[in-house]
């Protein structure tokens, strides 16, 4: 436990230390906890390109068509998911070219062998695998497959609720407007 010495020690510290001041510097800092991005709260992280998330946005949003604001922030949501359902898929392949490019020691080397017999010519050449050696190193080579498995079905779920979602109000909306149709036109038929 510390002595009151050394929290009066630390406080004096705190107030010395300096960290980012410009709102650029700050921007950048908050980014130093991303990883590999599954869990990330921004879209797109360093190592992907934001006028290809910009266009996949444009294109989702363009089928989607949300007319209200709860219609809106639930295409986000799917444009979202989706991009990083994209992001996982690319995370695994590079995951299985990075471990089956390195030597691995214990369990990891016979998934090496199986990758070895099971891989095309095309994997292989592959020299530059940012987010699969990014994978292995922030799982600890433990379970690396089975977790990036478990952040895919949580994804996938996620995404097809907010689809649900986002039908079911487009079909209440349809209904109502259907309705009030049908209540326009059995009011002229009445009159008529």
Known sequence: MATTAQIAANRQNALNSTGPKSLQGKAVVAQNAVKLGLTAHHSVIKSESKAEFDLYRQQFLEEL?????????????????????????????????????SELPGPLSSLKDFLNKHQDESAQSAQNLPLGRLAIRDFSNQRILERLLMYERRLENSLYKTVLELQRLNLMKNLKTNRNILADYTKQTQYA
């Open 65 to 101: 068509t949300p007319d209200t604001p709860l219609e809106s922030m639930l295409a986000e949501r799917i444009v979202n998911l989706s991009w990083r359902l994209k992001r996982i898929a690319l995370i695994q392949s590079q995951t299985f070219d990075a471990l089956n490019k």
